[in-house]
C-alpha cells in the first residue's frame, strides 16, 4: 500500500508544445475486370445511351 502511493506521486502528465502531426501516405488502386457474353455486349453496345 505504501509503494502505491509512493508511484501516485511520480506520475506526471504535460502537453505537447508542438501539436501532435500525423502523416498518412495512402494509395487506393482499385481494378475492375469484367467478361461480358457476346449477346449482352451486342446489346450494351446498340444501347450505349443508357449505360
Not at 5 to 17: E, F, N, R
Not at 22 to 47: M, P, T
Amino acid at each position: 500500500m505504501v509503494g502505491a502511493s509512493a508511484l501516485a506521486g511520480c506520475i506526471q502528465i504535460d502537453t505537447p508544445d508542438k501539436p501532435i502531426e500525423i502523416n498518412l501516405n495512402i494509395n487506393i488502386r482499385q481494378e475492375v475486370v469484367y467478361r461480358l457474353d457476346g449477346d449482352a455486349k451486342k446489346l450494351i453496345e446498340q444501347n450505349s445511351e443508357i449505360f
